[in-house]
């Protein structure tokens, strides 16, 4: 797994216009600009832009699919995100009032965040890696996630006020713990047996 400062460096974000999208920073005007004409480059804050809402999402079926698609108009779209193997039944509604997103912890293995959707309903990207072993709930209950961007992690989200947490939890480790301790109630056991014998 990648520690914090490296997947947030892999999260920065680059945006060019006058106008910067949410927790993007004006950073440098284009030569030749200058005041209201001036075309801004604005670069996303990293703690910001690794968690974001996608209203505009486009489906593709396989890992080809969806690098082809990453330079897409469709996803160059502000507020898009490239879905492999997502249901298209789901569908996404901005609501009025903009939703906010804050983290409640944020570790290696255990991101959760508070996301209060209002009346909408949207795509939930997190641009850390997927990998086998991470699980999503959401208020308790388990969500399915799947791959955004080609390499982030996406859930779909509905209206309300929601708890998100993604943690990591490989099988090998799940199985691992009974079986230790299962190898150490025989070993006991074993000890005790021999002990009484002698």
Do not use: Q
């Amino acid at each position: 797994l990648l520690s914090r400062p490296f997947r947030e460096a892999l999260a920065v974000g680059v945006a060019l216009g006058d106008d910067a999208p949410p927790g993007f920073l004006p950073m440098l005007a284009a030569p030749g600009g200058s005041g209201a004409h001036a075309t801004l480059t604005h670069v996303a804050s990293p703690r910001t832009s690794r968690a974001r809402l996608a209203w505009h999402p486009v489906h593709v079926a396989t890992p080809r699919d969806a690098l082809a698609a990453m330079s897409s108009p469709a996803r160059n779209a502000l507020g898009s995100v490239v879905l492999e193997g997502a249901p298209r039944a789901f569908e996404t509604l901005r609501p009025a009032i903009e939703p906010t997103l804050a983290y409640v912890a944020d570790a290696a293995n255990r991101v959760a965040l508070r996301v209060a959707m209002g009346d909408g309903r949207a795509w939930l990207v997190l641009s850390d890696a997927l990998a086998p072993g991470w699980r999503c709930t959401v208020d308790g209950e388990p969500r399915p996630i799947f791959a955004a961007d080609v390499a982030g992690r996406a859930i779909e989200l509905r209206e309300g006020t929601h708890e998100v947490v993604f943690e990591y939890s490989p099988l090998a480790l799940r199985l691992g713990l009974p079986i230790a301790a299962f190898g150490l109630v025989l070993l006991a056991g074993a000890a005790l047996w021999s002990r009484r014998r002698s």
